[in-house]
């Protein structure tokens, strides 16, 4: 779901 | 993605080809801790478990496997390469870095985003990246004089990730629901903890002398 946090940085 | 972040991200990766110059050009890597680079190995190996699940862009795929692949080649050359082995200076780089990896690992199994596998390594990867740069700080401290390449190296290592600490600033402005407390507390410890190499940086730039750290 969207509360799943995508890790978006390196 | 905003210019901090892509700044810090080409930092980064400028300091990644500061020391694959210095270890080809000079087929030596005195002055490197290897204690140091396997750490950081290990904190891509954890913090990029997600490379081939989630995907986020080409440029992020590409800078994951580029992360991965120069830091284990940099590994391998000081373990394996005849004449760089040669050139590590062993009886200096003796910072127990086994203690990072304990702390980091057990600071992560009580602080993280969320209790599952991935989660944990990744705050593992971020607590312990904070600290892998100890072992070379130390390594330099006892070398007593740095050479230009690996003081560029540090210099730039500890740049980028300033440039996060912007970055994360900007984010929070655009949305102020963006909260990233691990990765941006673990950033500035980071970052603090070249205050004094970036003291004595600024001085041998400013007097145009060889950087010299105080044993």
Known sequence: GEDEEVHDEL | MNIFRFLGDMTHL?????????????KSCSGISLKTQELYALVFLTRYLDLFTDFISVYNT???????????????????????RRSYDKQLDTFRHYFLLLASFLLALLLHEKFAFQEVLWAFSIYLEAV?????????????????LTGQYVFFLGAYRALYIFNWIYRYFIDPHFTRWIACVSGLVQTALYADFFYYYFISWKNNAKLQLPA
Do not use: E
């Open chain 2, 14 to 26: 400028i300091s990644i080809l500061i020391l694959l110059l210095k270890i080809y050009a000079t």
């Open chain 2, 62 to 84: 590409v800078m994951k496997l580029v992360f991965i692949a120069s830091s284990l080649a940099i590994v391998w050359c000081m373990r394996n390469h005849p004449l760089v």
């Open chain 2, 132 to 148: 892998a740069i100890l072992p070379q700080l130390v390594l330099l401290q006892r070398s007593g004089n740095v050479d230009n």
